[in-house]
């Protein structure tokens, strides 16, 4: 009998690494605009050319990997990963613009990080588990533990080395998609869908079932970065926090509490309703976002910071699990469009988030309050799928 348990190591690995890749270099940006010159407008872009970059990943995967392979593509993810971590410690001092150097990492980087977050989910959900939905829970949260070891290890290490040594760090964190790429060579991969057997974005695309799922997802990931990136702006501006403390209290706590959902669903999945478990979780949500954006205690807006994790931490693995139940035959093309989507979710979100909190003149409880919208639209889309059994 084929033993799993490297495969399912691999996919926690790769997550991990997902997490790094996508919060390593935001905890240096006032590092590289002091060291290299880079001016705050420009610091900014790296995280647009990281998402965007996923983005794209996102939508060539649907049509590329099938072609390619599920094994060559995600060790690719692992070589990419660990290449731009790597050279986030070198390209900006080898090339003649530090700010190049930089965007050309954060891109290889987002290429892997893209990889994994189309196939991670689907090589696990082929494996024969028992419990799909709860292991799926359980894998995700996987990211949560990599986002607090990201932030705390980060913190530590430049409490005791300094920030003049990030760049040793960076190598670091690169070891870690660097062994796992001998994992996801050697351990046993399962074909989600027969060859020639998965569905096209276009089938995907004419059944009104996957138009749920697509909205599930952009209302998913926005409910989930809405929150998590704008926690340590509100820890900060409502408690007078300093900005490490502001990043423990808020995305760190956060991401803590969405890793315990994740991990209660993975254990007790069994003996729970994975839709009835979302519905509970979006009015949580939908609470968290009040409690932050209407509360005049500031302590009871940070505790809707912290609990909002809780709340949205079954909705993204949910919606992947619902999908896969509902369209067996979906392949790479549905695990890409939905990634794509709450990808789509996350950028979006966060941004309206802070347009908002700008126009009104800096008060982030009103962008919170206008985050609302999405955990609500959530619960509408559930309940559209449970009435009509879809």
């Not at 968290?288 to 079954?314: A, D, E, H, K, R």
Request: hydrophobic share 50%; with cysteine.
């Amino acid at each position: 009998m084929t033993d799993y348990r490297k495969t399912k190591t691999a996919c926690y690995l790769g997550f991990v690494t997902q997490a790094i890749a996508a919060n390593f270099a935001p905890l240096l940006f006032l590092r590289f605009h002091n060291d290299y010159g880079i001016s705050l407008g420009n610091i900014a872009l790296i995280s647009a050319v990281f998402f965007f970059t996923q983005l794209l990943v996102d939508l060539l995967c649907a049509k590329f990997v099938d072609r390619i392979g599920y094994r060559i593509s995600v060790v690719i993810s692992e070589i990419a990963s660990a290449a731009g971590l790597a050279g986030l410690a070198f390209l900006p001092d080898i090339l003649p613009d530090a700010f190049a150097g930089i965007l050309i990492s954060v891109t290889v980087y987002a290429i892997g990080s893209g990889l994994i977050e189309v196939l991670v989910s689907p090589i696990i959900e082929a494996c024969p588990f028992e419990n799909k939905e709860a292991t799926m829970s359980l894998l995700h949260s996987f990211y949560c533990w990599g986002v607090v070891g990201t932030v705390l290890v980060s913190t530590a290490f430049f409490a005791v080395f300094g920030m003049d040594r990030w760049k040793y760090l960076a190598c670091i964190w690169a070891l870690i998609p660097a062994y796992n790429i001998y994992n996801f060579a050697t351990c046993p991969i399962v074909p989600i869908v027969e060859e020639g057997k998965g569905m096209g974005i276009r089938q995907l695309m004419r059944k009104p079932v996957f138009w749920v799922s697509i909205c599930l997802m952009v209302c998913a990931g926005a409910s989930e970065l809405s929150m998590a990136q704008w926690a340590s702006a509100y820890a900060e501006a409502s408690l007078g926090l300093s900005k490490t403390i502001g990043d423990l209290m808020g995305p760190c706590l956060f991401a803590v509490s969405m890793g315990i959902s994740r991990i209660i669903y993975g254990k007790y999945g069994d003996k729970l309703n994975l839709s009835g478990f979302m519905l509970g979780s979006g009015a949580l949500c939908v609470v968290c976002y009040l409690m932050t954006s209407l509360s005049s205690n500031p302590y009871i807006g940070l505790m809707g910071c912290i609990v909002c994790g809780f709340s949205v931490g079954i909705m993204w693995p949910g919606t992947i699990s619902i999908s896969s139940k509902k369209f067996p035959a979906g392949g790479t093309a549905m695990f890409a469009l939905l990634a794509m989507a709450g990808d789509l979710g996350g950028s979006v979100g966060p941004a309206i988030v802070g347009r908002v909190t700008q126009c009104a003149g800096d008060d982030i409880r009103v962008g919170m309050g206008v985050g609302l919208i999405f955990p609500v639209i959530l619960i509408i889309m559930l309940m559209i799928m449970r009435k009509n059994d879809i």
